[in-house]
């Protein structure tokens, strides 16, 4: 009787020692890519940064969820708290952001990454709120490239008449028609099945994501047109930042710059040594590309773009240098 009074004293002893676990908090974070991807460098790094700032109090869980879009609407609707996407859907929600996905914009990733890390990029961060979404962190994707399964693109007119997967962006979709490709919008999980059934020949991403997606297995030519940087983006739910302390923001806002950090040196990695990789599993690459041909293939669109989007943000981004 006595020994069991003494377990009974012991186990209400420990009730207060498990409270902390009952009291974690989770917050779930998906994005469009395996884990060991640019993409799953950013979430890592945010999870470990922020359940060690708040000392396991908080769990943060990281899920794939190929369709971007989607993705962003569970953030909105509040079912997840964040995810991390390509600024390719983003447009139907802030459609500031397509601004950002005119082909040629940017010289190249110093520039890329200077303009958003700027007050032209934290200006555009600030008009999440309005849409129900936070802006969180800006991250990349990196310069996207034409793959195809039919010929070696060499210049604008052997783009001609490709079936060519875009994401759902009227930016993007108007520069492929333009060269005089079939743009055909798709979720990014859709898009393998898409190459193999031949419904599509052809799609355009970085090499971190062709490389980590293994699209070198339905598609044989790639080519390095670097025709639109492809920024990323951390967005999460407004009431789930308001709902953290003041601290516990601070210290997620600061998990968020080390995701970003983590994001860009995996994407640099990755396309330092990615079209070796792909060249190695067999595909086929252009390197040498005439940009000046193909912006001046796309002077319609370029025409376009300035009508129907910021013609003066446009000028400010091209024209931006380091201070």
């Known amino acids: 009787m006595k020994m069991t009074r003494r377990l009974a004293l012991a186990a209400t002893l420990a009730l207060p020692l498990a409270a902390p676990a009952m009291a974690q908090t989770q917050i779930t974070i998906q994005h469009p890519l395996p884990l060991n991807s640019h993409y799953g460098a950013g979430a890592t790094a945010l999870k470990e940064s922020f359940e060690r700032a708040s000392a396991g109090?908080?769990?943060?869980?990281?899920?794939?969820?190929?369709?971007?879009?989607?993705?962003?609407?569970?953030?909105?609707?509040?079912?997840?708290?964040?995810?991390?996407?390509?600024?390719?859907?983003?447009?139907?929600?802030?459609?500031?952001?397509?601004?950002?996905?005119?082909p040629f914009l940017f010289r190249d990733t110093a520039h890329a990454r200077g303009v958003l890390d700027s007050e032209i990029g934290q200006t555009m961060l600030g008009r999440f709120s309005a849409r129900g979404l936070a802006g969180v962190v800006w991250m990349e994707n990196g310069f996207r490239h034409l793959t195809n399964s039919r010929r070696e693109v060499n210049t604008p007119a052997d783009v001609r008449g490709l079936k060519v997967r875009t994401m759902e962006n009227q930016v993007h979709m108007r520069a492929f028609s333009t060269l005089g490709a079939l743009p055909t919008p798709m979720a990014f999980s859709e898009l393998v099945p898409a190459l193999q059934q031949g419904t599509v020949d052809g799609q355009e991403n970085p090499i971190p994501v062709i490389v980590a997606n293994n699209l070198n297995q339905v598609q044989r030519f790639l080519t390095l047109t670097g025709h639109v940087y492809s920024p990323a983006?951390?967005?999460?739910?407004?009431?789930?930042?308001?709902?953290?302390?003041?601290?516990?923001?601070?210290?997620?806002?600061?998990?968020?710059?080390?995701?970003?950090?983590?994001?860009?040196?995996?994407?640099?990695?990755?396309?330092?040594?990615?079209?070796?990789?792909?060249?190695?599993?067999?595909?086929?690459?252009?390197?040498?590309?005439?940009?000046?041909?193909?912006?001046?293939?796309?002077?319609?669109?370029?025409?376009?773009y300035e009508r129907t989007l910021d013609g003066a943000l446009l000028r400010r981004i091209r024209a931006w240098q380091p201070n």
């Not at 569970?74 to 708290?81: A, H, L």
């Not at 968020?256 to 060249?279: C, I, P, Y």
């Open 233 to 304: 983006i951390l967005i999460c739910n407004p009431a789930m930042l308001a709902r953290l302390s003041a601290a516990d923001r601070a210290a997620f806002l600061e998990a968020a710059k080390a995701a970003a950090a983590a994001n860009r040196a995996r994407v640099t990695a990755d396309e330092q040594s990615g079209v070796a990789e792909l060249r190695r599993r067999g595909m086929t690459v252009v390197t040498q590309v005439d940009s000046a041909a193909f912006q001046q293939a796309l002077a319609a669109a370029f025409t376009e």
């Open 57 to 102: 109090r908080y769990s943060v869980v990281i899920q794939r969820n190929d369709n971007e879009r989607e993705a962003i609407e569970s953030v909105q609707i509040g079912t997840i708290e964040c995810v991390i996407t390509s600024t390719g859907p983003v447009g139907n929600f802030v459609p500031e952001t397509r601004n950002l996905d005119v």
